[in-house]
């Protein structure tokens, strides 16, 4: 098995501040956009392929939420940042993949930057980087792939479901961080099951297993992912609702503090699992050692039980002329016998003291 790993760059060398380069997986995505337009009375969705269709939907009197799929395509994404004037630095990070979740606030809009967690069919932890930027009336989202958490909350929008309707982009700003804050609970579960069901094998399992370790060590690798990924999401929630830029309304910070509430009770959640992920080796090395020192105990068990047989038997095998044992007719049948007696004596006795 090859053990050498690539190491990762974290770094784009020899690139000013400000310049855009994606350092993603899906370097194949064709951009990919859906805009949605609405009010209370009032609903239109479009998908696209060209980046001018997201351009003059600001000062309709509706709200637009413009998601952009596939952060490979980098003069694209450029063309939509000088359009929405928005900071190099922000178009930088917004293609940025390892950027940590964080809040930017400027003039007249904010960027927020998050990540998408959820499990593929493999099991396999997936972490999608996700930006979005909230305007007065309008929401651009950035994603890596097509696919993700809110489907529910379009169907919210489509079918006039609660209040989204009703209010106005902020809302829906606060409705997108929930949603992937309602995604990480799911993870969350989920990840607690496996770690139940990793837990049930390494007590119910009869031998020891080279995989064990694996997954251990894979469940490790996976909680901190999880808890890199979310924990920054706690100041990016508290720094919003203390936020005072003139297009958040009074009531959505009601909904924020909510909102911490929840991704507070995410994080605690996630050390508790990551104690019980650290404490899995632990319970597997102590199960391991235990089932050592019972087979230990079993061949103890049987060389104390043949020490005294093997001492008699080393006496009477020295062959030395004058032993009247030796001459004896039965001694033979005799020696066995008393060599039987001492075999069962021994066993009665390690039964008794529940050594067997």
Request: charged fraction near 25%; include cysteine.
């Amino acid at each position: 098995m090859n053990l050498k790993k690539k190491k990762k760059s974290y770094k784009v060398k020899n690139l000013s501040p400000g310049t855009m380069a994606y350092r993603g997986k899906k370097q194949t995505t064709a951009i990919s956009i859906d805009i949605i337009n609405y009010n209370g009375d009032s609903y239109k969705r479009e998908h696209s392929n060209r980046v001018e269709d997201a351009f003059n939907h600001k000062g309709n009197d509706q709200v637009t939420w413009i998601n952009i799929n596939g952060l490979n395509n980098i003069k694209e994404i450029e063309t939509i940042g000088l359009h929405y004037e928005l900071h190099p630095l922000t178009l930088e990070d917004i293609v940025n993949t390892h950027q940590r979740p964080k809040i930017d606030e400027f003039e007249n809009h904010l960027y927020i930057v998050f990540k998408m967690l959820y499990f593929k069919d493999d099991d396999q932890l997936t972490k999608e980087h996700v930006s979005m930027i909230v305007g007065k009336d309008y929401i651009l989202t950035f994603q890596e792939a097509d696919g993700d958490v809110f489907d529910d909350l379009r169907d919210r929008i489509n079918s006039t479901k609660g209040r989204i309707r009703m209010r106005g982009a902020d809302y829906l700003m606060y409705a997108i961080l929930d949603a992937i804050v309602d995604n990480y609970f799911s993870v969350i579960e989920a990840f607690g099951d496996k770690i139940e069901e990793l837990e049930r094998h390494i007590f119910e399992s009869s031998t020891s297993s080279n995989e064990t370790p694996n997954k251990i060590q894979a469940l490790k690798q996976d909680v901190l992912k999880i808890r890199r990924a979310i924990f920054p999401l706690r100041e990016v929630i508290n720094r919003l609702d203390k936020t005072d830029i003139n297009f958040l309304e009074i009531k959505t910070h009601d909904y924020l503090k909510d909102l911490h509430d929840h991704i507070i009770q995410v994080c605690e959640s996630i050390d508790l699992y990551r104690e019980m992920v650290w404490s899995l080796m632990d319970m597997y090395m102590t199960i391991i050692n235990n089932k050592m020192n019972e087979v230990m105990k079993v061949l103890t068990i049987m060389a104390s039980i043949f020490i005294p047989l093997t001492f008699i038997a080393g006496i009477y095998g020295m062959n030395f002329d004058h032993m009247p044992e030796l001459h004896t007719k039965n001694g033979y049948y005799i020696l066995l016998g008393a060599m039987a007696v001492i075999f069962v004596l021994m066993l009665f006795y390690f039964r008794r003291k529940k050594w067997l």
